[in-house]
């Protein structure tokens, strides 16, 4: 059986990542298993200066998922460089590095800074609000994800990865745009934008009011976009939303995902990723499947 996914020109071994935001740089998962079994790292966020995020509460759990608004809360490009890129290196697994900021400029000088290090892709976080165009997000419409695609993408080599909102009337314009800008793959989906009210109180749970939601209750979303998505753009989609196991991520590939990410879960199980990369080999000698690939949109209707 052979696992291996060329991942928008990313070499991984198997098409299990973890996502930004749930791994951060995977100091602490690797004293529980063996990174090098991953078939590729997605490291928490990184902005061109340290961010110390929002004001607490900043978590809280509902029904089959998580509200969050952590506020990108990271220690900088430049602590990244020197202490979180040395210890990643180590490892034989492809690491890719999300990036925030809070203007066009902020991605650009990050991504200019990490084209020159020996990582394997860059992820853009396009959730991220633009504070030089009123707070909106990045990745509100095609014209916005297309423009700050291809000003990113005239300064690196490396592969180019566009973590998409799923925030939107229309989730396939948004691809479009990152396609059109020049990206070489997809992320998708983001959270979903939530919230929640303690009712004794009368005031939302979270410090920042609202917040992103994640993890099984949103995962019929994230198919349903990535199915939509795989349709109308032929670059590779990076699955996620929700996955717990083998066969939600098995569902996100036959729904057009070349790869997919675990994000949430990982906090609930931390094993989550190790488990899923066990239950797809499973998968694949049950079903006599002798390459992951064959299965990418094999969804019948």
Not at 18 to 27: E, L
Not at 39 to 66: A, D
Not at 157 to 170: G, R
């Amino acid at each position: 059986m052979n696992t291996n996914v060329n991942f928008a020109g990313i070499k991984m071994k198997n098409p299990v990542t973890v996502s930004a935001g749930t791994f951060g740089y995977g100091r602490e998962y690797s004293n529980l298993f063996d990174l090098n079994k991953l078939g590729g790292i997605i490291t928490e966020g990184t902005s061109l200066k340290p961010k110390s995020g929002n004001k607490p509460p900043r978590i809280c759990e509902i029904p089959s998922g998580v509200l969050s608004n952590v506020g990108l809360q990271n220690p900088g490009i430049e602590y990244f460089i020197e202490n979180e890129y040395p210890f990643l290196r180590k490892f034989d697994t492809a690491i890719i590095v999300n990036v925030c900021g809070s203007s066009i400029n902020d991605f650009i000088e990050v991504c200019k800074i990490l084209d020159k290090i020996d990582i394997d892709g860059i992820e853009l976080n396009l959730a991220c609000t633009d504070n030089e165009n009123d707070g909106k997000l990045f990745g509100r419409s095609y014209e916005s994800v297309r423009d700050i695609t291809s000003k990113v993408r005239k300064v690196i080599s490396k592969p180019l990865i566009i973590k998409l909102t799923p925030n939107v009337a229309d989730i396939t314009l948004s691809a479009k745009g990152a396609k059109d800008g020049g990206a070489d793959g997809i992320s998708l989906i983001n959270t979903i934008l939530g919230m929640k009210i303690d009712i004794e109180k009368r005031k939302p749970i979270l410090g920042a009011n609202m917040g992103g939601l994640s993890g099984p209750a949103i995962r019929p979303i994230a198919v349903r976009m990535v199915y939509q998505v795989a349709k109308e753009v032929d670059i590779p989609i990076l699955g996620m939303g929700g996955i717990t196991n083998a066969e939600d991520a098995i569902e996100f590939m036959l729904a057009g995902a070349n790869a997919i990410a675990i994000g949430s879960s990982n906090f609930a199980n931390p094993y989550t990723s190790i488990e899923t990369i066990s239950g797809i080999e499973k998968y694949m000698e049950k079903h006599n499947i002798e390459n992951i690939t064959e299965i990418v949109g094999k969804v019948t209707m």
